[in-house]
């Protein structure tokens, strides 16, 4: 079998678990839900996988966390596409109340 026309552009959501404080997002698996939607209208399907992850916040301390990483391959991405997904990455930050959302491309993060 040969491999042809693959989808070699990767996009992942960070989605968090808590607040900036540490305190439990109580709609967490609703975001969640929310970027598995979104990713799969955009690109046909996505992924989520849990993860732990860790961070400081803006008091100096360790914020340990279950994450939910959620994925999507794409022949392209497009800058609109990018938009839509920052746009999502902006609610998320606002409705989770962040300090920010981490967005993938390719290898390379952002904070949203």
Known sequence: MALTDGLNNRI?????SQDRDGQSIP??????????????????????????????NDKGALILEDITIVYAFAAELGSAVIEKVEALCEKIKTDGQQEAVSLEVNGELFFV
């Open 27 to 56: 709609n967490a698996q609703e975001l969640v839900t929310e970027v598995l939607s979104c990713l799969s209208e955009l690109f046909g399907g996505a992924t989520a996988t849990p993860s732990q992850g860790a961070w400081i």
């Open 12 to 16: 992942a959501v960070y989605c968090p």
